[in-house]
Nanobody, 130 residues
Framework: QVQLVESGGGSVQAGGSLRLSCAAS????????MGWFRQAPGKEREFAAA???????????DYADSVKGRFIISRDNAKNTVYLQMNSLKPEDTAVYYC????????????????????WGQGTQVTVSS
């Protein structure tokens, strides 16, 4: 099993940036496809970004249309940590952000589906004011 702990959330004005971190323990993240999801009050959890294994040394990065061009997902396998760099933040980005892990055999096409992930962090709050 892998344990995930998010950090880096906070309050920022529109147009600002934050970098979220997801520190993993228990197992190496090389065994997993990693995703970031978010949930705003009264809304369902939604996909933000995923970092999936290509079968070699390359990872695919995929994004929800709402964050494409503004958010960047990356991982540092040596630090066993996944990041979400969030730029040009908007008030509608306000949500609790969750890191999640799924076995790396999960097909890329399914990495945007929350139910496909087995492990979740506790979440970190991001608040963007206008």
């Amino acid at each position: 099993q892998v344990q995930l702990v998010e950090s880096g959330g906070g309050s920022v004005q529109a147009g600002g940036s934050l970098r979220l971190s997801c520190a993993a323990s228990g197992r190496t993240i090389t065994s997993y496809n990693m995703g970031w999801f978010r949930q705003a009050p009264g809304k369902e959890r939604e996909f933000a970004a995923a970092h999936s294994w290509s079968g070699g040394r390359v990872y695919y990065a995929d994004y929800a249309d709402s964050v494409k061009g503004r958010f960047i997902i990356s991982r540092d396998n040596a630090k066993n940590t996944v990041y979400l760099q969030m730029n040009s933040l908007k008030p509608e980005d306000t949500a609790v952000y969750y890191c999640a892990a799924a076995d790396r055999s999960l097909p890329r096409v399914l990495t945007s589906t929350p139910d496909r992930y087995n492990y979740w962090g506790q979440g970190t709050q991001v608040t963007v004011s206008s």
